[in-house]
């Protein structure tokens, strides 16, 4: 099955910026949408963004909205989650799974570890 693995995660103040990673490995992340994901304690996982396969159209929750911004460098492989203005509630793990497009349900990866944002002052 396929495999992403997350990273750049870390503690941050509330206001700063974080860019979160996603990379696959064995696979070409090009011919799926990415999204993202993230599961705060005690709460269920919920969709963060998603990209496109050709990083044309992206989507994001109301609660990132003008905050976070997906984007995908397909020549390496990898898609990213630029992350500003971090709050708080932002604090969660957060994954990211391949799908067939943003629009359809279901998976296409397992879920891997994820990476850990902690907003904290």
């Known amino acids: 099955q396929l495999q992403l693995v997350e990273s750049g995660g870390g503690l941050v103040q509330p206001g700063g910026s974080l860019r979160l990673s996603c990379a696959a490995s064995?696979?070409?992340?090009?011919?799926?949408?990415i999204g993202w994901f993230r599961q705060a304690p005690g709460k269920e996982r919920e969709g963060v963004s998603c990209?496109?396969?050709?990083?044309?159209?992206?989507n994001y929750a109301d609660s990132v909205k003008g905050r976070f911004t997906i984007s995908r460098d397909n020549a390496k492989n990898t898609v990213h989650l630029q992350m500003s203005s971090l709050k708080p509630e932002d604090t969660a793990v957060y994954y990211c799974?391949?799908?067939?497009?943003?629009?359809?349900?279901?998976?296409?990866?397992?879920w891997g570890q994820g990476t850990q944002v902690t907003v904290s002052s």
């Open positions: 799974a391949a799908k067939a497009s943003c629009g359809r349900p279901g998976f296409l990866s397992s």
């Open positions: 990209i496109s396969r050709s990083g044309g159209s992206t």
């Open positions: 064995g696979f070409t992340l090009d011919y799926y949408a």
